[in-house]
């Protein structure tokens, strides 16, 4: 199969050629038809963290068909339509390449009214919100798929809220129950991101002490909760700014600390994004198990997507445009049978 290879750490990706993986007990073999880019992808090729074993394969967003099941596995067939998320540090359950490994128990049907490239938006950007927020670690916020609603009359703010993840992190917080969804993006996005269930959105243009006392003026209770999708220096004013004693932002940055003074009375997670990590197992599987039914009846929706040329040709500038700040609201994609 053709597949796009990360040659070395920090190295050069080149397109080339890998065997197919044969798929194990309580495995899928998925034939990629759309598979995302996020911005890990270029972090992983620029640092060269999380990988030992190269060539790699890259991409944690993939959809497609189930082209053969593993033993043990019975929720799936031959010929169903499904989404699943990478594997970082094993190329073979990755999507830049034409056939991918997917974990049953963190795969999806994706139902007649989602599309291959939608579908490939989900992946890593749903999982890193969704473990971040609600998993058993970082926020440990009561997760709306055993509780939903439960969060009515208090706030959460979402910085960088067109950023991909935040635009699912919105979503979740919607189910969730909380009142006050405040969202930190450009006015451009405001309506796609009201239309996700930010109550409000501010604008992420205005001096950090505008948007501060913003945030404060919407909400009517005490934030305990800030969502940060960017980790910039800017969100990071901001998120802390308006954080309540007592309060936790949960940041998709592992580098990111409190400010110094402020780490026994406001506290700050990051949490691994991947459910196929063991104590996010029942968490995932509990995830995963929600997304058909979820996407189906609306109640989630995909990124909107921007299909790059070139299939596994196209992702090397996709990336590049991730990189330089040049994709905003939006999640590229490529399809690898190209």
Known sequence: QRALLLQAKQGAFVLGTRAIPKPGQGRLLIKVEAASLNPIDWRIQETGLFIEDYPAVLGYGTAGVVAEVG??????????????????????????????????????????????????????????????????????????????????????????????????????????????????????????????????????????????????????????????GICGDDTQAVGWGVLSQGGHMAVSKGTIKAPEGDEETRTVGFTFGSPHIPPHYEFGEKLWGSVHDWLQNGTIVPNKVEVLPGGLGGIVAGLERLEAGKVSGVKLVVRPQE
């Open 71 to 228: 033993e043990g596995v019975t929720k799936f067939a031959v010929g169903d339509r499904v989404a699943a998320p990478g594997i970082v540090g094993n190329s073979d359950y990755c999507s830049f390449q034409q056939y991918s490994l997917g974990d049953a128990r963190f795969t999806a049907k994706i139902p007649s009214n989602v599309s291959f490239d939608e579908a490939a938006s989900l992946g890593v950007s749903l999982d890193t919100p969704a473990i971040g927020l609600f998993g058993p670690h970082n926020a440990k916020l009561t997760s709306p798929i055993d509780k939903p609603g439960v969060y009515k009359g208090q706030s959460i703010v979402i910085l960088g809220g067109s950023a991909t993840i935040s635009q699912f992190a919105i979503q979740l917080s919607r189910l969730a129950g909380f009142s006050n969804i405040i969202a930190v993006a450009s006015p451009v996005h405001e309506p796609l991101l009201k239309s996700l269930g930010a109550t409000h959105v501010v604008d992420r243009r205005s001096p950090s002490a505008d948007i501060i006392a913003s945030i404060k003026s919407i909400a009517d209770s005490d934030i305990k909760v800030v969502y940060d």
